[in-house]
T-cell receptor, first 113, second 109 residues
Framework: DAGVIQSPRHEVTEMGQEVTLRCKPI?????LFWYRQTMMRGLELLIYFNNNVPIDDSGMPEDRFSAKMPNASFSTLKIQPSEPRDSAVYFC???????????FGQGTRLTVV | RKEVEQDPGPFNVPEGATVAFNCTYSNSASQSFFWYRQDCRKEPKLLMS???SGNEDGRFTAQLNRASQYISLLIRDSKLSDSATYLCVAQGGNTPLVFGKGTRLSVIA
């Protein structure tokens, strides 16, 4: 099993540009989570999906952030327009319904200059 | 107030020492608890679940005190390879995992 796959691993972009982060969950997992990690705020849940349906997006900072899960094997997190304060590591994680362990991808390190 | 709170550390301990971390959670409806480990510039990975009766996995012991709403992790005979950030995690029912900010441990030779 390849685990949760995220791309890109690193992204450097200029303020105002659109950024798209991608995630492929583990096959058979039906819950997918997007987290953001910074030194100041730790690991924060942005949004999670169950069976491709967004369940709770209350953690999404503002309208500049959007997430989609068009099918069970793919999700995107988009930031438009990006700002320097969006700089962080963005993790995608997946789990089975009612599963104990969340499996994380290696993260995307985003730097907005 | 953050739902799960931990002392950020760092805890700097010599090899062979015993070290303990505590964590408190604010949501009394939380039902499941975990410790995750995160190495520098890596993703978090499950270290162990925490059961009401307490549980042990080799040198690691986790305990839960529901009345006081805190969770602990004890590491005995610490190794250099234990150096990492330890994340306390709570989960209530069907809600997703809520992570603490983590406690950084450095084991020194």
């Amino acid at each position: 099993d390849a685990g949760v796959i995220q791309s890109p691993r690193h992204e450097v972009t200029e303020m105002g540009q659109e950024v798209t982060l991608r995630c492929k969950p583990i096959s058979g997992h039906n819950s997918l989570f997007w987290y953001r990690q910074t030194m100041m705020r730790g690991l924060e849940l942005l949004i999670y999906f169950n069976n491709n349906v967004p369940i709770d997006d209350s953690g999404m900072p503002e309208d500049r952030f959007s997430a989609k899960m068009p099918n069970a094997s793919f999700s995107t997190l988009k930031i438009q327009p990006s700002e320097p304060r969006d700089s962080a590591v963005y993790f995608c994680a997946s789990t089975t319904s009612g599963g104990v362990e969340a499996f994380f991808g290696q993260g995307t390190r985003l730097t907005v200059v | 107030r953050k739902e799960v709170e931990q002392d950020p550390g760092p805890f700097n301990v010599p090899e062979g020492a015993t070290v303990a971390f505590n964590c408190t959670y604010s949501n009394s409806a939380s039902q499941s608890f975990f410790w995750y480990r995160q190495d520098c510039r890596k993703e978090p990975k499950l270290l162990m679940s925490v059961y009401s009766s307490g549980n042990e996995d080799g040198r690691f012991t986790a305990q839960l005190n529901r009345a006081s709403q805190y969770i602990s992790l004890l590491i005995r005979d610490s190794k250099l390879s234990d150096s990492a950030t330890y994340l306390c995690v709570a989960q209530g029912g069907n809600t997703p995992l809520v992570f603490g900010k983590g406690t950084r441990l450095s084991v020194i030779a």
